[in-house]
């Protein structure tokens, strides 16, 4: 199925969540809720390769980087609700420094990706907006793999979109930071 390691002529298959965690609540679970546990936290994990792939044949197809790409999928949004994007909106979404984003802009204008536009009440302040030819291969390439998920998505009933919903907003929470890992 996946990678798998070798070990005295046969093949097996590498589990990626420790079973034998002293860390993991067990309490009123059988083995075959355990098992079923495991399965849904590797199918997740799957799906995470998955789209890490994705997302880096789309950065390929499209000769960006990430950050350079979470700027134009958010400016293509904004643009969708007739929202003004400045570098600024840039710098916060991607999280970098304003310099940084001035780096990154000039690559997108450079690259036919993005074109400056005046502000139309500020002067002083520069909006950025994504060129036709990038939006339309976004939309070829990066919206019909949305499509694709949307009809995974619809294709379950209420309740379980219902019980995915659940489950996901958990693992957000499962996942914030906690500790010596949380921001100081």
């Known amino acids: 199925m996946h990678e ?12 990626y969540f420790a ?3 002293d860390l993991i609540d067990r ?3 059988s083995d075959a809720d355990i098992d079923q546990c495991y399965r849904v936290l590797e199918a997740l994990r799957e799906w995470q390769v998955a789209s890490r792939a994705l997302s880096e044949a789309s950065n390929r197809y499209m000769k960006l980087n990430e950050s ?3 700027a134009i ?24 420094s304003s310099a940084s984003t001035t780096k990154l802009v ?3 204008v450079a690259g036919g990706h993005v074109i400056r536009v005046p502000h139309p009440k500020d002067r002083r302040t520069t909006c950025l907006e994504v060129t036709a030819a990038t939006r339309r291969s976004a939309h070829d390439t990066i919206g ?19 019980a995915v919903i659940r489950f996901l907003r958990g693992m957000v ?11 100081p």
């Open 4 to 15: 798998s390691t070798r070990g005295r002529g046969e093949e097996k298959e590498i589990r």
């Open 19 to 21: 079973t034998d965690s």
């Open 27 to 29: 309490t009123g679970l």
């Open 68 to 70: 350079d790409m979470r």
């Open 73 to 96: 999928r958010m400016m293509i949004r904004a643009e969708d609700q007739d929202l003004l994007v400045t570098p600024k909106d840039i710098a916060r979404e991607v999280g970098i």
């Open 106 to 108: 000039d690559r997108l």
């Open 144 to 162: 019909r793999q949305h499509a694709r998920r949307f009809s995974s998505v619809a294709a379950i009933s209420t309740e379980d979109r219902a």
């Open 173 to 183: 929470d499962a996942d914030a930071p906690q500790g010596e890992l949380a921001s």
